[in-house]
């Protein structure tokens, strides 16, 4: 019975390591960062002709730095709420975290 419980305290922990992983919330964050990031640079390098087709605005800048803080925003509100796996008890009742029966 000690190995049983030892299998299933392991699984518990792979499972939750998997939420974590496959979150996302991680994958929008991270591409939406290194997107800003591209964006971002290409709106500092912009010449004059570059403002001017765009009416002096420096559209590619204040894009990145919105893709940027989206990004961020998603990185911050994975890290602040985790992905949390149902329990094993979760899964034996059948709601799975769905948020009710219907």
């Not at 496959?22 to 290409?42: E, M, N, S």
């Not at 803080?69 to 985790?82: D, E, H, I, N, S």
Request: charged content about 20%; proline content about 3%; hydrophobic content about 50%.
């Amino acid at each position: 019975m000690s190995d049983y419980q030892h299998e299933v305290a392991e699984l518990e922990r792979e499972s939750a390591t998997a939420a974590r992983l496959f979150d996302v919330r991680r994958i929008i964050g991270g591409l939406f960062v290194v997107y800003g990031v591209i964006v971002t640079i290409a709106g500092v390098m912009a010449t004059d002709a570059d403002l001017k087709k765009a009416q002096n605005i420096n559209i590619n800048l204040w894009t990145g730095l919105g893709m940027l803080a989206l990004g961020l925003f998603f990185l911050v509100w994975m890290k602040l709420r985790p992905a949390v796996p149902p329990t094993a008890e979760e899964l034996a009742d059948g709601s799975g975290g769905g948020g009710g029966e219907g």
